[in-house]
Nanobody, 121 residues
Framework: QVQLVESGGGLVQAGGSLRLSCVASGSIFSINAMGWYRQAPGKQRELVATITNGGNTNYADSVKGRFTISRDNAKNAVYLQMNSLKPEDTAVYYC???????????????WGQGTQVTVSS
């Protein structure tokens, strides 16, 4: 069984910063991509940023230049540094990872429980 535990959300004023963390634990053989998604009230979940196990990154246009994704493979962790936050960044942020639970398993996607980020104007 795999668990993703997120932390670091909260309330911040516009222009401020937050750092989200996500650690994967449990039955893990190998991790492929890791990433962050978000879902605002009344909207669909959207990609924020992803990072491959080789360190290649991809960002939504709306966060480029403000957010930075990174990972620590030794800790099975992924981070999201969010700077210059805007009210429109307010959402529940979800950690996602694509991994193999065992040597013979297929890769599958796992999700964290979500952490609330609220940016006040």
């Amino acid at each position: 069984q795999v668990q993703l535990v997120e932390s670091g959300g909260g309330l911040v004023q516009a222009g401020g910063s937050l750092r989200l963390s996500c650690v994967a634990s449990g039955s893990i053989f190998s991790i492929n991509a890791m990433g962050w998604y978000r879902q605002a009230p009344g909207k669909q979940r959207e990609l924020v940023a992803t990072i491959t196990n080789g360190g290649n990154t991809n960002y939504a246009d709306s966060v480029k230049g403000r957010f930075t994704i990174s990972r620590d493979n030794a800790k099975n962790a992924v981070y999201l540094q969010m700077n210059s936050l805007k009210p429109e960044d307010t959402a529940v942020y979800y950690c996602n990872t694509n991994l193999k639970a065992s040597r013979w398993a297929y890769s599958d996607d796992y999700w964290g429980q979500g952490t609330q980020v609220t940016v006040s104007s």
